[in-house]
Structure formats: structure tokens, C-alpha cells
């Protein structure tokens, strides 16, 4: 007498609870919207604004002063990690109004890179003509 192994082929198998858990975490990870930029929670970052500036702060921990680069271009506000640092940071928000760059600061301590972005007040560009 031979014995031959019997193989099944189900057309459905449920998952185990196991796997289920592990597809929800997975959808949920790749499909989730990405945090926003005020949750300092979920990114390390916190927003805050009054009248005449923009502060926002950003964990930047094991990092020195050295060792971070900010860049204001008009309504564009960088943050970047030299090269050759132990933590890669990369960082660019896009203002709804120009900064000011004399007036603005930055300050790291504890490893939380706080910038003072200074609103600059928005100026006509009117030009008036003189009449003949």
C-alpha cells in the first residue's frame, strides 16, 4: 500500500486574527493623510502665530548649532542638517506672507530649534503718475 500526501486547495481561506491585525496596520499606515504641521506630536513640529510673527518649533535633538542651516526666501522658511551630521534634517515651509530675515531669530536648546519668524508688513506697490 502507498500513502500519498493529500493536498487541499481551498478556494477561501480566512485570515487569522493575527494577519487581519497586521492588513489593518498596514492600510492604515500607507493610507493614512499625513499629519499636520501643528501636531507636534505626530511631527515633531509645533505652529504657532499672532499679529507680527510666525514661531515654530522643531525637535532637533542631537543636533548642534553648527550643524543646522536656516534659510529665509521670501515666504519660504528652510531648515537643513550640514552634511556630515549625526541626523539628517530637511525641513521647508511655504508662508502665506513674506518674512522678515533681520527681524527674525532663531535659538536652539534642549534639542528644540525655535524660530521667530517676523512678519513683513505687506507694502503697495502703487506708483502714482503725474498728469500732463
Known amino acids: 500500500m502507498i500513502f500519498a500526501p493529500v493536498i487541499r486547495h481551498a478556494t477561501y481561506v480566512a485570515p487569522r486574527v493575527g494577519d487581519a491585525a497586521v492588513q489593518r496596520f498596514l492600510h492604515h499606515t500607507l493610507t493614512a493623510p499625513a499629519a499636520a504641521p501643528h501636531d507636534a506630536r505626530a511631527t515633531g513640529v509645533n505652529v504657532q502665530q ?37 541626523r539628517r534634517v530637511q525641513r521647508a515651509w511655504e508662508l502665506a506672507q513674506d518674512i522678515d530675515p533681520q527681524a ?15 512678519k513683513k508688513p505687506p507694502q503697495s506697490s502703487a506708483v502714482r503718475l503725474a498728469i500732463d
Open 50 to 86: 499672532d499679529d507680527k510673527a510666525i514661531t515654530v518649533q522643531l525637535d532637533v535633538p542631537g543636533l548642534s548649532r553648527e550643524q543646522l542651516a536656516v534659510t529665509i526666501e521670501g515666504n519660504q522658511v528652510r531648515v537643513a542638517s550640514a552634511e556630515g551630521a549625526p
Open 104 to 118: 527674525s531669530t532663531a535659538r536652539l536648546e534642549h534639542g528644540v530649534l525655535t524660530l521667530v519668524l517676523a
